[in-house]
């Protein structure tokens, strides 16, 4: 069925360098793709999205990108510092009618 | 607004028990969603409604699982009987609009199943 595949499941950086983390869907049809921060024992929490009419949207440090060729985008956030930890989700909409996520990554920047 | 309400926070219970969870949205969503996050598997959708009436229930694991929507401010997520494979942290979240719109969520509870 459709999904999405979110890379890496772990990602562990240095304070003040960038983090980039890859999601790729199946269905050519989806048209909304929100990334959500969970932090430790806490809810998920909608960072940034994008649509699928824009390539690429930026918050500050956080950007995200977006192929719809090839059916992948990716998030970026620079500059990181400790409170970027995290797992860090993609999402997608699948058949126009549903919200896919990806498995997550485990975010840590090492002070 | 308080946000997206959810009772309890933390439940458990023995195997075989019945287990309510409850969840009210924000005043004026029109879309809720129940989600199952475990370590292995996750954040699984299990369920969504829009307007009360529940659009996609393919990801609800069995018939021990079900879930109503009575009104716009209140849905139940109930497991009968449970099991302890049935023990991760149950979402609810809502969202206005369509499908393709920011989905606020709830704290989550925490369900142990011994």
């Known amino acids: 069925g459709e999904n999405v595949e979110q890379h890496p499941s772990t990602l562990s950086v240095q304070e003040g360098d960038s983090a980039v983390i890859k999601c790729t869907y199946s269905d050519s049809a989806s048209n909304y793709f929100p990334w959500y921060k969970q932090e430790l024992g806490k809810r998920p929490q909608l960072i940034i999205d994008i649509r699928s009419n824009v390539g690429e949207k930026k918050d500050q440090r956080i950007a995200v990108t977006l192929n719809k060729t090839a059916k992948h985008f990716s998030l970026h956030i620079t500059e990181t510092q400790p409170e970027d930890s995290a797992v860090y989700f993609c999402a997608a909409t699948i058949n126009n009618n549903d919200m896919r996520f990806g498995a997550g990554t485990r975010l840590t920047v090492k002070p | 607004d308080a946000g997206v309400i959810q009772s309890p926070r933390h439940e458990v219970t023995e195997m075989g028990q019945e287990v309510t969870l409850r969840c009210k949205p924000i005043s004026g969503h029109d879309y809720l969603f129940w989600y199952r996050q475990t370590m292995m598997r996750g954040l699984e959708l299990l369920i969504y409604?829009?307007?009360?009436?529940?659009?996609?229930d393919s990801g609800m694991p069995e018939d021990r699982f079900s879930a109503k929507m009575p009104n716009a401010s209140f849905s139940t997520l109930k497991i009968q009987p449970s099991e302890p494979r049935d023990s991760a942290v149950y979402f609810c979240a809502s969202s206005s609009g369509v499908v393709n719109n920011e989905q606020f969520f709830g704290p989550g509870t925490r369900l142990t199943v011994l």
């Open positions: 409604f829009n307007n009360n009436v529940p659009i996609d």
